[in-house]
């Protein structure tokens, strides 16, 4: 998904500092995308599984080695681990 290459070139960039975990409030990866998140992102813990493919900003970590390892749709936060 083409609004969410900022987001696989902010984790790429977090890979080459030596950082392997980082955690984002959903309004945080909006602030590096530079626009609102698809309204499913805030509604579906699915479309932040790294092994459903139906979501494509999936794609945005998975390409560049980067996993979720949390998610918590009340609070808005999201994990990211390097692969």
Request: positive net charge.
């Amino acid at each position: 998904m083409a609004e969410l290459t900022p987001l696989s070139n902010y984790l790429l960039k977090q890979s080459s500092y030596g950082v392997k975990r980082v955690i984002f409030t959903f309004s945080e990866i909006e602030n590096i995308i530079g626009k609102k998140m698809a309204s499913n992102a805030r509604k579906y813990f699915l479309s932040w599984d790294n092994r459903h493919g139906k979501y494509a900003r999936q794609n945005a970590w998975l390409d560049v080695c980067w996993r979720t390892v949390m998610v918590d749709m009340e609070c808005e936060k999201v994990e990211f681990v390097q692969n």
